[in-house]
């Protein structure tokens, strides 16, 4: 019921930055919060970070002062502005959306990747 696309991935270098988009189909206005995760080859996908319909926001430890999770209730679109990147960030990026009218469930983009190499 909710399509996310994901958008700004690429290739930078070590203390470079990227903007990550996600378009919802929908208003994210209902959606109880929307996240970004990301998987690194042979990893478990973990939180990166997430923000809630009350604008509430929460990272994960290793991207705390470098990452900005923001949204646009206008435009349906969550950003993650991603800056002093490191090598360790390399990733695909999933864009999620979590809502609660039915029961839990979650909705995944289709990634975008994100390589940080020098």
């Known amino acids: 019921q909710v399509q996310l696309v994901e958008s700004g991935g690429g290739l930078v270098q070590p203390g470079g930055s990227l903007r990550l988009s996600c378009a919802a189909s929908?208003?994210?206005?209902?959606?109880?919060?929307m996240g970004w995760y990301r998987q690194a080859p042979g990893k478990q996908r973990e939180l990166v970070a997430a923000?809630?319909?009350?604008?509430?926001?929460n990272y994960a430890d290793s991207v705390k002062g470098r990452f900005t999770i923001s949204r646009d209730n206008a435009k349906n679109t969550v950003y993650l502005q991603m800056n002093s990147l490191k090598p360790e960030d390399t990733a695909v990026y999933y864009c999620?959306?979590?809502?609660?009218?039915?029961?839990?469930?979650?909705?995944w983009g289709q990634g975008t990747q994100v390589t940080v190499s020098s």
């Open positions: 923000i809630t319909s009350g604008g509430s926001t």
């Open positions: 929908r208003s994210i206005f209902s959606i109880s919060a």
């Open positions: 999620n959306a979590h809502t609660v009218v039915g029961g839990p469930r979650d909705y």
